[in-house]
Structure formats: structure tokens, C-alpha cells
């Protein structure tokens, strides 16, 4: 084997070492100038470019913090427009509206007044008196005198008119007490008493009785007040046994306050069944905003805003509107003389002209008008005087 030793500078291995059979072509000089260094109008054009950039993208971040201005400024512009335009709209309401009109001095007056305008009064109203007694023209109490006990008792049949009531029909045939035709027609409700409708009238005063195991001539006479002759007497009755089932007529007799309310259509509820807290109560207090003595036309009954308010009794709405001592305001005309107002409502549900009951939803708690917190003013009226609601409520 021959071995090939090189020797000498590189240049001669260069020279001596084969050629490739491909070469790349040699560009000129300036040539590879122009490639690798760009000419003054291509960097003009590129500066030309980026400056152009640098404008648009400019101009964009101008465009969008206008545009973010300008939303600004509509923002509080309608800030400053909705509220004036509510308070307008609600002057504007407030203005024209019906409602009461106070005197400064003398508002809670100035509503009782306007309030008793709404009394609806009636023949029975007028002619009895808070315990069922019927009123002479003169106004004292048709007394039992009159009537003429000690004698059986007689029935008729009358047929009801148009125009009758409990107290005039009671007055035609002089019954003393109105408990009378109630209880011996067992009439639930006074107000369901209709024109053709058949009552039996007894000839005197009293209650029928239904005789139950246990009960006595004796027993009834002290539970009645009513001798036990004048039982016999007022029955017929040749013996004192009495049996089971049999009805006795208890001359004089008349219901006990709560059945004839109750019959009278005249059992309030309170308005509130959710939990409420009693406030202020009816009568002299000091003004809670003044602290000066004052008078306070009926009771607060404190609880959250939203919870719904009732009908005390059943009725006829006669009034809704606002006033600036009780807000949002209802007034309820209960018939026999009695209205109920109730006050500071977040929102009156009621319309006026509506038949409202015990069941009827007519309003939602609030703290309109001249109030401290959220809570229900119920006031109550009888022929056009205010009265403590607490003795008239029950639960």
C-alpha cells in the first residue's frame, strides 16, 4: 500500500486537493451589498411605515379614551337628571292628586276631620247603642217596662222590606234589644239580612235556649239573670222538668257583648299576622320626633317593610291616598258607623271602591310620611270619634 504524506502551507493542499463538480455562483460585490444593507429609500419607506403605525395606534387609544369619557359624562349626567326627574314626577303626583290638605299646626286634626266626611251612617248606627239597645227618638234605651213581661211569649212571621234594618224592624215591634231578632233567627251576620227574607218576632225581649244535660230552671235563671217564675211564665210551662233538646224561651235575656259584636259584623282582627311589636298605643304620648305631648289617634304596630297588611273586618274601601303625616294611606268603611284608617304603607294594594274581608291583602308596611321607622298606624273610628283600637282587636 502507498501511503500519500501532504506537506507544506494550506495553500498548496488547496491548490493541489480535487475541485467539486458544483460550485455556487459568486454574486458581484455590490450585490451583496444591496443585500445585506438596505438602501436610504427602503429605510425611509420603513420609518415612513412605523411612523404611520405609531399614528394609528395613537389615534386608536384617543378614540377609546373618548369614547370612555364620554361615558363618563353620560353617567353622571343621568345621575344628576333621573333624580330630579323623579322628584318632579313625585311633586307633581303629590300636587295633583286627591288628597288631604294639612295645616301645619294642626295636621292629625285637619285628617280626623277629613276622615269623618267618609262615615257612612245608617239606620242602625243611629239607633242603638254599643251594647244592642234600641234608642227611642228622644235617645234613652227602650226599657223592658214597655214591653210588658210576665205572659207567654208570641211568634210572628215579618217579612223584610227594602229600607229594613235590625233597629227599625226592632222598633216596629218594640223589642228593646236588636240580640232579640239575632238570636231567635240565629243571624250570623247582620249584613246578610235581605229584602223578602222571613224573621220570626217574638212578642217580647229574650233569647231561645236550647236545653242541655244538666240544665235546670234554676241554672238558667242564674245564668240568664231571669226569675224562674218568669221562665215559666214567658213558656207556658205547668212544670219545672225540662228534658233534653227542648227550647225554652228566656225572656229579657240578651247576648253577651262578644257574640253580638261578633253578629254585628263588628269583631275586628288585627290587620297584622306576622310578628309585630306594639310601639304606641292609643291616647296622650309625646311626639316621638319633637318629644312634645301629644295626642295619638290610634296604635303602631313596628314590624319589617314588605309585610302585608289586612282588613281588619270586612268593608268597602272609601279612600287611598297620601298625606304627609301617615304616608300612603287607606280608610275602610266597616258599615254601623265604624272606619278604619291605616297608615305609612310602602305600597297600597287596595283600590278605592273595593269590597275588602278579614282576608283581604290591602297594603304592605312602610315608613311613609311622618314616621321614624317601618311600622302600620291603625287607626279606628265609630260614627266619626276615634276609639282605642285594643278594645275593639282581638287575634
Request: glycine share 8%.
Amino acid at each position: 500500500m502507498e501511503i500519500i504524506s501532504f506537506v507544506g502551507s494550506s495553500s498548496a493542499v488547496k491548490k493541489n486537493a480535487p475541485r467539486p463538480a458544483f460550485t455556487l455562483p459568486r454574486l458581484p460585490k455590490k450585490s451583496r451589498e444591496r443585500e445585506n444593507y438596505p438602501s436610504r429609500a427602503n429605510f425611509s419607506a420603513s420609518k415612513a411605515l412605523v411612523s404611520a403605525s405609531i399614528s394609528a395606534t395613537e389615534r386608536q387609544f384617543t378614540i377609546a379614551g373618548l369614547s370612555k369619557l364620554f361615558s363618563c359624562l353620560i353617567f353622571l349626567a343621568l345621575l344628576l337628571i333621573i333624580p330630579f326627574t323623579v322628584f318632579n314626577a313625585l311633586s307633581f303626583i303629590e300636587n295633583n292628586s286627591a288628597k288631604v290638605t294639612f295645616d301645619e299646626n294642626y295636621e292629625f286634626e285637619a285628617l280626623n276631620a277629613a276622615m269623618s266626611r267618609f262615615a257612612m251612617y245608617d239606620t242602625l248606627a243611629d239607633n242603638i247603642d254599643e251594647n244592642g239597645n234600641v234608642l227611642l227618638d228622644d235617645g234613652t234605651i227602650l226599657s223592658a217596662s214597655n214591653v210588658g213581661l210576665g205572659e207567654a211569649v208570641k211568634f210572628q212571621t215579618y217579612t223584610v222590606k227594602s229600607g229594613d234594618s235590625i233597629s227599625t224592624i226592632s222598633r216596629k215591634f218594640a223589642l228593646s234589644n236588636i240580640s232579640t231578632l239575632i238570636a231567635v233567627n240565629n243571624i250570623s251576620n247582620v249584613r246578610t239580612l235581605m229584602q223578602g227574607q222571613k224573621l220570626k218576632i217574638p212578642s217580647m225581649d229574650g233569647l231561645v235556649h236550647k236545653v242541655g244535660a244538666g240544665d235546670s230552671l234554676n241554672s238558667l235563671s242564674v245564668k240568664y239573670h231571669v226569675s224562674v217564675e218568669e221562665i215559666l211564665d214567658a213558656n207556658d210551662l205547668s212544670s219545672e222538668t225540662l228534658t233534653k233538646g227542648m227550647e225554652l224561651f228566656i225572656p229579657g235575656a240578651k247576648m253577651d257583648a262578644l257574640s253580638l259584636k261578633k253578629a254585628m259584623g263588628e269583631l275586628f282582627v288585627y290587620p297584622i299576622t306576622a310578628s309585630w311589636r306594639l310601639t304606641s298605643r292609643f291616647g296622650p304620648r309625646k311626639d316621638p320626633f319633637t318629644g312634645v305631648a301629644s295626642s295619638h289617634t290610634g296604635i303602631d304596630m313596628a314590624c319589617p317593610t314588605g309585610t302585608p297588611i289586612r282588613a281588619a273586618m270586612s268593608g268597602k274601601v272609601v279612600y287611598v291616598g297620601w298625606s304627609n303625616i301617615f304616608g300612603n294611606y287607606i280608610i275602610i268603611n266597616h258599615g254601623n258607623g265604624y272606619q278604619t284608617l291605616y297608615g305609612h304603607m310602602s305600597k297600597t294594594l287596595a283600590k278605592k271602591g273595593q269590597g275588602v274581608d278579614q282576608s283581604t291583602k290591602i297594603g304592605l308596611v312602610g315608613s311613609t310620611g311622618y314616621s321614624t321607622g317601618p311600622h302600620l298606624h291603625f287607626t279606628v273610628y265609630k260614627n266619626g270619634k276615634l276609639v282605642d283600637p285594643l278594645t275593639l282587636l282581638k287575634k
